[in-house]
């Protein structure tokens, strides 16, 4: 079976400081990826890497950034968090490179900027 | 905009019936479609797909039926379970080299007991 891990699921913040999401999945997956799920608004596309130190941005990349140094391994990273940034974030992995494929979701990490 | 819409947001059923949750999607080019169903507080997981060369694929109490003409998509569930209480999204894939899949907003489902 896939596993993603997310480093924490329940994060309390406050407002400016960095906040470090981390996420990694055990089968050798190419791809990974970055959303947020908010009530109402489904799931949006952070930040997505389809190789080691590549990166492109989703459809609301503002205010984060990303990390791949391994292949197992891709990091979020709030550069000052906003309570706009209050959220549940998923991180999620697939196998092909170069292709959409099934996605498998970590558990998700409920972020709270006060 | 959304080129992929599950435009009932909440479903409710009661347990032994037919749970039917619609999708539709405004994008010919899309190719492959997923459904995947999420508990509160957890990640979402992956339930049926469905390519766009077949209009039906089916896995258990899972059906999945796909109306190319009509650019819409549906989820069956058939006999409905409390444990199927849940949110569903479906997801759609672009043709080409497209790593991205577009989601639509999600529906909750509730089968009461």
């Known amino acids: 079976d896939v596993k993603v891990t997310q480093s924490s699921r329940y994060l309390v913040k406050r407002t400016g400081e960095k906040v470090f999401l981390e996420c990694v999945q055990d089968?050798?997956?190419?791809?990974m990826f970055w959303y947020r799920q908010d009530p109402g608004l489904g799931l949006r596309l952070i930040y997505f890497?389809?190789?080691?130190?590549?990166?492109e941005k989703g459809d609301i990349p503002e205010g984060y950034s990303v990390s791949r140094e391994k292949k197992e391994r891709f990091s979020l990273i709030l550069e000052s968090a906003s309570t706009n940034q209050t959220s549940m974030y998923l991180c999620?992995?697939?196998?092909?490179?170069?292709?959409?494929?099934?996605?498998?979701f970590g558990p998700g990490t409920r972020l709270t900027v006060l | 905009d959304q080129q992929v819409k599950q435009n009932s947001p909440s479903l409710s059923v009661q347990e032994g019936r037919i749970s039917i949750l619609n999708c539709d999607y405004t994008?010919?080019?899309?190719?492959?479609f997923l459904w995947y169903k999420k508990y509160p507080a957890e990640g979402p997981t992956f339930l049926i797909s469905?390519?766009?060369i077949k209009d039906k694929n089916e896995d258990g109490r899972f059906t999945v039926f796909l109306n190319k003409s009509a650019k819409h998509l549906s989820l069956h569930i058939v006999p409905s379970q409390p444990g199927d209480s849940a949110v569903y999204f479906c997801?759609?894939?672009?043709?080409?080299?497209?790593?991205?899949?577009?989601w639509g907003l999600g529906t909750s489902l509730a089968v009461n007991p």
């Open positions: 999620a992995s697939s196998r092909l490179a170069g292709v959409t494929d099934t996605q498998y």
């Open positions: 089968m050798d997956h190419e791809n």
């Open positions: 890497s389809y190789d080691v130190k590549m990166k």
């Open positions: 994008n010919s080019m899309f190719d492959y």
């Open positions: 469905i390519s766009s």
């Open positions: 997801a759609a894939r672009g043709a080409g080299n497209n790593r991205k899949l577009i």
